[in-house]
């Protein structure tokens, strides 16, 4: 138990689809981080809360969508995907913005078809 | 701005040998820097980290010491194992603004018996 948790662990969805992922801490921590890792890829950090206020958006196109409903909590919805965006979706919490290094989850496989 | 330059791999070696994994960074600052491991199916642990020049974060076997006079923080073991296979990546914490982790591009290790 790594104390960030993500579902689901997998999810295949047509281009037309909206699903949301999710992610849970009970770390006590006041940021939290959406990446994406591709194949052969470096990570690509998306999306930076602090204190629930988003802080980073990395130029992700529209079709990602975040949430941040409290420091425990975030969502990414997800809707008319393209097949590029299969990948494995990464979140991570930290206390003080990553001084300390961040708690990742198990990620979220996404193909999309 | 800050970086983080990881040796490419695949790294393969057979068990018991000696690994070193190299790392080099570019930051303005005083930064915390950091080693962590994903193994397959899975997401990023963290394996360990310094906080200030010449510290030596460990652990489960491996090593690494912050050198400032080269900016490098490379991760050792003695003795690999087959378990040790995986996907290693180096960061940073920023020294400015909000302190966000930067990563390498991560080091693939496959230990063979």
């Known amino acids: 138990e790594t104390g960030v948790t993500q579902t689901p662990r997998h999810l295949v969805m047509g281009m037309t689809n909206k699903k949301s992922l999710k992610c849970e801490q009970h770390l006590g921590h006041n940021a939290m981080y959406w990446y994406k890792q591709s194949a052969k890829k470096p990570l690509e950090l998306m999306f930076v809360?602090?204190?629930?206020?988003?802080?980073e958006n990395n130029s992700v196109p529209s079709r990602f969508s975040p949430e941040c409903p409290n420091s425990s909590h975030l969502f990414l919805h997800l809707h008319t995907l393209q097949p590029e965006d299969s990948a494995l979706y990464l979140c991570?919490?930290?206390?003080?913005?990553?001084?300390?290094?961040?708690?990742f989850g198990s990620g979220t496989r996404l193909t999309v078809v | 701005g800050n970086s983080v330059t990881q040796m490419e791999g695949p790294v393969t070696l057979s068990e018991e040998a000696f690994l070193t994994i190299n790392c080099t960074y570019t930051a303005t600052g005083y930064p915390s820097l950091f080693w962590y491991v994903q193994y397959p199916g899975e997401g990023l642990q963290l394996l360990l980290k310094?906080?200030?020049?010449?510290d030596k974060g460990s652990n489960k076997g491996f090593e690494a010491t912050y050198r400032k006079e080269t900016t490098s923080f490379h991760l050792e073991k003695g003795s690999v194992q087959v378990s040790d296979s995986a996907v290693y990546f180096c960061?940073?914490?920023?020294?400015?603004?909000?302190?966000?982790?930067?990563f390498g591009a991560g080091t693939r290790l496959a230990v063979h018996p």
């Open positions: 809360y602090s204190l629930e206020e988003r802080v």
């Open positions: 310094a906080t200030k020049a010449d």
């Open positions: 960061a940073l914490s920023g020294t400015g603004g909000y302190n966000k982790l930067i």
């Open positions: 991570a919490s930290s206390q003080d913005l990553g001084l300390r290094g961040y708690t």
